[in-house]
């Protein structure tokens, strides 16, 4: 048997089947109330309506052709119920949408932002940047023309920022933090 949600995603990959179901005490499916979401973000949007599950619940399903269409990123939500002329706002929240890696795993960058951006700098500091890299701009300032100190000083800040992004994602994994050695007495 599937384990379905009972409260929005957090997040999903495209591709995937998603469901969850919810439940609003004065606001019953029964009863002829509709519930729809919208996710937008700067990407694009899409919707996603709840039917009535049998169980004084409605379910959600976004089935996986759906979700394959879903540009990767960081969707905001809202869901509300409607019945005739009255509407009601039930939630809003974050849901982010993972790229589908399976779908063409050659061609896709999973490279955050942050590491990209280290990534050119430290090819313009080797001198082995491409074209794209080496005209590469970090908050208006092209890496071509940037004097060496700052060069060095922006790589500085990013690797930073790199060594942020992995410890939190070490952290989301369960890893623990990598600054930490825990000792067993």
């Known amino acids: 048997m599937v384990n379905i949600a009972t ?3 957090d997040a999903f990959t495209a591709g995937d089947t998603v ?11 029964a009863d002829g109330w509709a519930l729809s979401y919208v996710f937008t973000s700067i990407v694009g949007q899409f919707p996603a309506t709840g039917a009535d599950n ?14 394959a269409s879903i540009i990767e990123g960081s969707y905001t939500w809202q869901g509300a119920v409607t019945l005739s002329t009255t509407r009601h ?5 974050l849901t982010q949408v993972a790229p589908d890696l ?3 795993p050659a061609s896709r960058d999973t490279r955050g932002h942050n590491r990209i951006v280290l990534d050119a700098i430290e090819s313009v500091i080797e001198q082995t940047a491409t ?6 701009s970090v908050d208006g300032i ?5 004097p060496w100190a700052d060069l060095l000083s922006t790589r500085d800040r990013y690797r930073a920022l790199v060594a942020r992004d992995e410890a939190a994602d070490r952290l989301n994994k369960g890893l623990g933090h990598p600054g930490r050695l825990l000792v067993r007495l």
């Open 102 to 104: 399976l779908a063409s």
């Open 142 to 146: 092209s890496l071509s023309r940037m």
């Open 7 to 9: 409260r929005e995603p």
């Open 19 to 29: 469901e969850w179901t919810c439940s609003f005490g004065d606001y019953p499916p």
């Open 54 to 67: 049998g169980d004084g619940k409605f379910l959600v399903t976004l089935d996986a052709a759906t979700t």
């Open 89 to 93: 706002t039930i939630g809003t929240g």
């Open 131 to 136: 074209t794209d890299q080496a005209s590469y």
